[in-house]
C-alpha cells in the first residue's frame, strides 16, 4: 500500500516570497492534515480535512497560510509571503477517521515531510 | 483544552524495559490515548492507542488507570533502534470531532 506522498522535500526560499507544498494522502482516507514541525518541538496541528471541508484550522496563521483539498483527494499548502520564523518541515498526514466515531482518531499515517529554508 | 505532560529525556540500555510516563489531567470522556514515535527527518509513526485499561500490540503495550489521568507506555527489551521521540497525545474532541495535540516529547536514548 501507497503511503502518503509529499513533494517537495526540501525548499528554500527567501523571505517574503511564496511556497507550496503538497500531499497525496493513502487511498480511501477521509482526514488529512497538515502540521508544522520546527526544530526541536513536537508537531503542530496547522489544518484538519475531512474530504474537502475544513473541520479545524484555528492554529492556521490565515494571514499568510492557506490550504486547500480539492475533490477531498490530494491537497496544497501554500505560504505567501513566507517569514523567516515560518522555516520548519510541513507535514501532512491522513486517517480514515471521520467525524462522529467513536474509536478514537486511530492510526495517522505520515508523509516524509517537506523541509522549508527562509532566508 | 487537554494537555500532556511527560519527562523531556530518558535514558535506557539495550535489553531493558522502558517505561514513558505521560500525564493527562483533563481528558475528556470521548479522549483517547495516543502513542507516536519519530526518527529524525521522519514523520511520526503511530505505535499504540488505548481508551482504558491495557493494550498491547507486537512493539509495546499502553497501561491507562481507572481515572485516565496518566498512561505509561511500555517498551519491552529496547534496542539501539528504539532510540527516538515519543510522543504521547490525547484527543481533543470539539462539537463531534477529534484533534490531535503534539507535545513536546520524551527523547529516548537507548545504549549499548
Known amino acids: 500500500e501507497a503511503g502518503v506522498a509529499q513533494s517537495p522535500r526540501y525548499k528554500i526560499i527567501e523571505k517574503r516570497q511564496s511556497v507550496a507544498f503538497w500531499c497525496n494522502p493513502i487511498?480511501?482516507?477521509?482526514?488529512l492534515y497538515w502540521y508544522q514541525q520546527i526544530l526541536g518541538q513536537g508537531p503542530k496541528l496547522l489544518i484538519q480535512f475531512q474530504n474537502n471541508g475544513v473541520v479545524d484550522d484555528s492554529q492556521l496563521p490565515k494571514d499568510r497560510f492557506s490550504a486547500e483539498r480539492l475533490k477531498g483527494v490530494d491537497s496544497t499548502l501554500k505560504i505567501q509571503p513566507a517569514k523567516l520564523e515560518d522555516s520548519a518541515v510541513y507535514l501532512c498526514?491522513?486517517?480514515?477517521?471521520?467525524?462522529?466515531?467513536?474509536?478514537?482518531?486511530?492510526?495517522?499515517?505520515f508523509g516524509e515531510g517537506s523541509r522549508l529554508t527562509v532566508l | 483544552l487537554a494537555k500532556t505532560t511527560q519527562p523531556i529525556s530518558m535514558d535506557s540500555y539495550e535489553g531493558q524495559e522502558v517505561n514513558i510516563t505521560c500525564s493527562h489531567n483533563?481528558?475528556?470522556?470521548?479522549?483517547?490515548i495516543t502513542w507516536y514515535q519519530q526518527f529524525p527527518s521522519q514523520g511520526p509513526r503511530f505505535i499504540i492507542q488505548?481508551?482504558?485499561t491495557k493494550v498491547t500490540n507486537e512493539v509495546a503495550s499502553l497501561f491507562i488507570p481507572a481515572d485516565r489521568k496518566s498512561s505509561t507506555l511500555s517498551l519491552p527489551r529496547v534496542s539501539l533502534s528504539d532510540t527516538a521521540v515519543y510522543y504521547c497525545l490525547v484527543g481533543e474532541s470539539n462539537s463531534g470531532y477529534s484533534t490531535l495535540t503534539f507535545g513536546k516529547g520524551t527523547m529516548l536514548l537507548v545504549s549499548p
Open positions: 487511498s480511501g482516507h477521509a482526514t
Open positions: 498526514a491522513s486517517s480514515l477517521y471521520q467525524i462522529g466515531d467513536r474509536t478514537g482518531t486511530g492510526e495517522l499515517f
Open positions: 488505548g481508551y482504558k
Open positions: 483533563n481528558i475528556a470522556t470521548n479522549d483517547y
